[in-house]
Protein backbone atom coordinates (compact mmCIF):
# COMPACT_ATOMS: atom_id res chain seq x y z
CA UNK A 1 0.00 0.00 0.00
CA UNK A 2 1.25 3.64 -0.73
CA UNK A 3 -0.11 6.44 1.21
CA UNK A 4 -0.42 10.14 -0.50
CA UNK A 5 -1.18 13.17 0.97
CA UNK A 6 -1.29 16.62 -0.79
CA UNK A 7 -0.73 19.64 0.65
CA UNK A 8 -0.57 23.32 -0.11
CA UNK A 9 -4.31 24.24 -1.49
CA UNK A 10 -5.82 27.38 -0.71
CA UNK A 11 -7.28 30.02 -2.18
CA UNK A 12 -5.17 32.75 -4.54
CA UNK A 13 -6.05 35.97 -6.79
CA UNK A 14 -5.42 36.01 -10.35
CA UNK A 15 -2.31 36.12 -11.58
CA UNK A 16 -1.05 34.53 -8.16
CA UNK A 17 1.11 31.57 -7.36
CA UNK A 18 0.86 28.22 -5.11
CA UNK A 19 2.83 25.26 -4.53
CA UNK A 20 1.23 21.89 -3.77
CA UNK A 21 3.27 19.32 -2.10
CA UNK A 22 2.80 15.50 -2.26
CA UNK A 23 4.13 13.08 -0.04
CA UNK A 24 4.54 9.84 -0.88
CA UNK A 25 4.46 6.96 1.77
CA UNK A 26 3.70 3.04 2.32
CA UNK A 27 4.89 0.01 4.24
CA UNK A 28 6.92 -1.23 1.04
CA UNK A 29 9.61 1.27 0.30
CA UNK A 30 10.75 -0.85 -3.21
CA UNK A 31 6.79 0.48 -3.67
CA UNK A 32 7.31 4.01 -3.47
CA UNK A 33 10.72 4.33 -4.79
CA UNK A 34 10.62 1.99 -7.82
CA UNK A 35 8.08 3.65 -8.80
CA UNK A 36 6.32 3.66 -12.14
CA UNK A 37 5.01 6.94 -13.08
CA UNK A 38 4.26 10.41 -10.04
CA UNK A 39 1.71 12.97 -11.39
CA UNK A 40 -0.79 15.69 -10.80
CA UNK A 41 -4.52 15.67 -12.21
CA UNK A 42 -7.11 17.99 -11.08
CA UNK A 43 -10.94 18.10 -11.49
CA UNK A 44 -12.60 21.01 -12.16
CA UNK A 45 -16.17 21.17 -11.52
CA UNK A 46 -18.41 19.62 -14.20
CA UNK A 47 -15.78 17.79 -16.19
CA UNK A 48 -13.61 15.13 -16.65
CA UNK A 49 -10.09 14.58 -14.28
CA UNK A 50 -7.82 15.91 -15.77
CA UNK A 51 -3.89 15.57 -16.51
CA UNK A 52 -1.62 18.85 -14.86
CA UNK A 53 1.62 17.32 -15.11
CA UNK A 54 3.76 14.45 -14.08
CA UNK A 55 7.06 12.06 -14.46
CA UNK A 56 6.11 9.30 -16.73
CA UNK A 57 8.71 6.46 -16.99
CA UNK A 58 11.77 8.90 -17.83
CA UNK A 59 9.49 11.70 -19.31
CA UNK A 60 8.05 15.01 -18.15
CA UNK A 61 4.58 15.60 -19.42
CA UNK A 62 2.35 18.31 -18.90
CA UNK A 63 -1.16 19.45 -19.85
CA UNK A 64 -2.00 21.75 -22.63
CA UNK A 65 -3.65 24.07 -20.11
CA UNK A 66 -0.99 24.56 -17.72
CA UNK A 67 2.00 23.66 -19.73
CA UNK A 68 4.46 26.87 -19.49
CA UNK A 69 2.60 28.43 -16.01
CA UNK A 70 2.73 25.15 -14.16
CA UNK A 71 6.08 23.15 -13.54
CA UNK A 72 6.67 19.86 -11.27
CA UNK A 73 9.26 18.50 -9.31
CA UNK A 74 10.37 16.03 -7.21
CA UNK A 75 12.79 15.43 -4.59
CA UNK A 76 13.71 11.42 -4.55
CA UNK A 77 15.07 11.25 -1.26
CA UNK A 78 11.77 12.89 1.06
CA UNK A 79 9.36 10.70 -1.07
CA UNK A 80 8.10 14.26 -2.41
CA UNK A 81 6.25 15.40 -5.77
CA UNK A 82 5.43 19.23 -6.12
CA UNK A 83 3.31 21.33 -8.22
CA UNK A 84 4.55 25.01 -8.44
CA UNK A 85 1.28 26.71 -9.93
CA UNK A 86 2.14 30.54 -11.60
CA UNK A 87 -0.27 33.16 -13.20
CA UNK A 88 -3.38 31.36 -11.79
CA UNK A 89 -6.90 32.59 -13.19
CA UNK A 90 -9.77 31.13 -12.36
CA UNK A 91 -10.06 28.64 -14.84
CA UNK A 92 -7.14 26.95 -12.68
CA UNK A 93 -10.25 26.19 -9.83
CA UNK A 94 -9.93 22.77 -9.14
CA UNK A 95 -9.53 19.61 -6.55
CA UNK A 96 -6.13 18.88 -7.16
CA UNK A 97 -4.99 15.16 -6.74
CA UNK A 98 -1.66 13.05 -6.76
CA UNK A 99 -1.27 10.02 -8.91
CA UNK A 100 1.31 7.26 -8.33
CA UNK A 101 1.88 4.50 -10.14
CA UNK A 102 4.16 1.93 -7.83
CA UNK A 103 6.94 -0.72 -9.16
CA UNK A 104 4.40 -3.40 -9.22
CA UNK A 105 1.67 -1.62 -11.43
CA UNK A 106 -0.91 -0.60 -8.23
CA UNK A 107 -2.26 2.80 -8.99
CA UNK A 108 -2.94 5.27 -5.69
CA UNK A 109 -4.65 8.26 -5.66
CA UNK A 110 -4.88 11.15 -3.28
CA UNK A 111 -7.64 12.62 -1.08
CA UNK A 112 -6.81 16.17 -3.23
CA UNK A 113 -6.38 19.43 -2.00
CA UNK A 114 -8.92 22.19 -3.15
CA UNK A 115 -7.16 25.45 -5.25
CA UNK A 116 -9.61 28.14 -5.78
CA UNK A 117 -8.48 30.80 -7.69
CA UNK A 118 -11.16 33.91 -7.44
CA UNK A 119 -11.10 38.27 -6.38
Known amino acids: QVQLVESGGGWVQPGGSLKLSCEASGDSIFAVKAYRSMAWYRQIPGKERELVGG??????DYGEAVRYRFTVSRDGARNMMYLQMNDLGPEDTAVYYC??????????WGRGTQVTVSM
Open 99 to 108: YFVAGNGAEY
Open 55 to 60: FFGGAT
